[in-house]
């Protein structure tokens, strides 16, 4: 967002040397003495922790609020608010007042100075430090890892991902992924290396640049659209070198489903649709002649409406009205639908466009079940968010009811059980920040970019998702449904 208060808060020059010692993504907090999540005032370079980890960095800004008693201020000192600061990891730039994240600067281009002031001094102190480290850590990263669970020491085998810049969206997917895709292990194995530095995927950023263009650039961008360009791109990728048929080839047929059943898309299929691709049946009734026509789509991941009557719901707690559910969002995706005025369907025994019906049912379910929440909605002007909590299970989600012939599936094969999360927060789609859940070896962790924090179910169930990946659960005795 467009930010008014900088001219009022940013004031320190970009190579004061008042800032600390080391690397910023190093940097402790002057309170608690945190080093995870830095932040740094861009009024007075002091540096205190995020708001992930103890907030005291919104706490300094507060305070700033509030005058002291027989204390008079200067001119100067009534100017500034200390209202915007740093992330000295990712170098995005956060406004207290706004409560949002900034994409402007100031005339005299000053946030970017202070940025790429940051951005030198973690180099130079990645470089001189290099050996030094490196000999910390295997002195200290076996005791900085350990974690008591029932009694006894474990070791956090998760590593986070570095922010390069405005780019939560992708670490946020990676780390979801990583939690469900067994194929995917020999590219992502560094992450449950559990590593005590954060792992920069630097490379498969600039990749990503290279043959997304939609995505270069440091501004935020929408982690259901990465995902999705994501998963495409791998799967023309590995269609690529499928009998020597070329890519461009397999762009020029249509998407049909095979003979054995299984999701194709683009003719062919891959790794990506046999762990995500599913089938739907959409259904189309013409209300004046009966007739129906069906067709089937695959999907690799279905996206659901938030029913309008929960919009107004923004928390698990709030008193007003019932919670929406995961499973009133799948109701609302396959329940029965009258076409409007503008979606007038093309009748051939009518030969026109008339009035309709339209039902969706899964005809195949994939192995692993992405379930998008349409949390932005376009209006006139801008995209809103539905900042309404859904609450979902962790695990026996039963899918049985939404498909097309329940009677030949067997009795857990329609089943799935919560691996990740992947939540969104702030005000905008443009704006906010990305973190993820997910659950490795019976343990949640909560993935913050570069920090990676134990979790448990409780805190996970109380997020307000925007993606939801489920497993399919495997045939065992004594299964429970939620």
Sequence with gaps: MECPHLSSSVCIAPDSAKFPNGSPSSWCCSVCRSNKSPWVCLTCSSVHCGRYVNGHAKKHYEDAQIPLPNHKRSEKQEKAQHTVCMDCSSYSTYCYRCDDFVVNDTKLGLVQKVREHLQNLENSA??????????????????????????????????????????CFMNAILQSLRSLVEEFRKTLCALWQGSQTAFSPESLFYVVWKIMPNFRGYQQQDAHEFMRYLLDHLHLELQGGFNGVSRSAILQENSTLSANNKCCINGASTVVTAIFGGILQNEVNCLICGTESRKFDPFLDLSLDIPSQFRSKRSKNQESGPVCSLRDCLRSFTDLEELDETELYMCHKCKKKQKSTKKFWIQKLPKVLCLHLKRFHWTAYLRNKVDTYVEFPLRGLDMKCYLLEPENSGPESCLYDLAAVVVHHGSGVGSGHYTAYAAHEGRWFHFNDSTVTVTDEDTVGKAKAYILFYVERQARAGSDKL
């Design 126 to 167: 990645f470089t001189a430090d290099r050996h030094r480290k490196r000999k910390l850590l295997e002195n200290s990263s076996l005791n900085s890892k350990l974690l008591k669970v029932n009694g006894s020491t474990t070791a956090i085998c998760a590593t986070g991902l570095r922010n390069l810049g405005n780019t």
